[in-house]
């Protein structure tokens, strides 16, 4: 099973501010790997696919870029509705697998 | 507008059996790569199953040889029959399409508890 370590656990920041999230794989996953945000009591959202594809209709703020073992969600400037909790996955090896999750907060 | 609407959760014993139901509309269900995903109390997300449009299935081997996934095109249906339910099966169930999860249901909750 391909683990992925996603930090940090939390990151605080003011509306404004760039977000940088990473995600770690165990193996390498080739370009089956995406951006998930979650607001509490709702469900998940696609907003990256392929490492870096928008979904449609996700802002330009946030992009995807890595390769290999290696990814990271940017958002170049927070907007209030981005604080929220984010994972990744990848679905290049069954079982496909979440990371634990990055809250980003409001500091 | 493609929406999925799940059912069927609800409180049940350990060792008992339940069957979510997951309505799409907007979409074919037989068109697409249709998964469960779910999520325990506080926790992170886990992928339960995934159905492809060939008819291939594969499991989280911590549901395997419990849960059958399956789809009724005709009804355009998504279903998971869970058996042998234990404690730790106790969580929000989401039914996703497509290989990238683009869209999602609101989840229905199962609760497994004596």
């Known amino acids: 099973e391909i683990v992925l370590t996603q930090s940090p656990a939390t990151l605080s920041l003011s509306p404004g501010e760039r977000a940088t999230l990473s995600c770690r794989a165990s193996?390498?996953?080739?370009?089956?790997f995406a951006w998930y945000q979650q607001k509490p009591g709702q469900a998940p959202r696609l907003l990256i696919y392929?490492?870096?594809n928008r979904a449609p209709g996700i802002p330009a703020r946030f992009s995807g870029s890595g390769s290999g073992t290696h990814f990271t969600l940017t958002i170049s400037s927070l907007e209030p509705e981005d604080f929220a909790l984010y994972y990744c996955?990848?679905?290049?090896?069954?079982?496909?697998?979440f990371g634990q999750g990055t809250t980003v907060d409001i500091k | 507008e493609v929406r999925l609407v799940e059912s069927g959760g609800g409180l049940i014993q350990p060792g008992g059996s339940l069957r979510l139901s997951c309505a799409a509309s907007?979409?074919?269900?037989?068109?697409?790569?249709m998964n469960w995903v779910r999520q325990a109390p506080g926790q992170g997300l886990e992928w339960v199953s995934i159905?492809?449009?060939?008819?291939?299935?594969y499991y989280s081997d911590s549901v395997k040889g419990r849960f059958t996934i399956s789809r009724d095109n005709s009804k355009n249906l998504l279903s998971l029959q869970m058996n042998s339910l234990r404690a730790d099966d106790t969580a929000v169930y989401y039914c996703a399409r497509g290989p990238n999860a683009d869209a999602w249901g609101q989840g229905t909750t199962v609760t497994v508890s004596s």
């Open positions: 193996q390498i996953v080739n370009n089956y």
């Open positions: 907007g979409f074919t269900v037989s068109g697409n790569f």
């Open positions: 996955l990848q679905r290049n090896n069954w079982p496909w697998t």
């Open positions: 159905t492809y449009t060939d008819g291939a299935t």
């Open positions: 392929d490492i870096s």
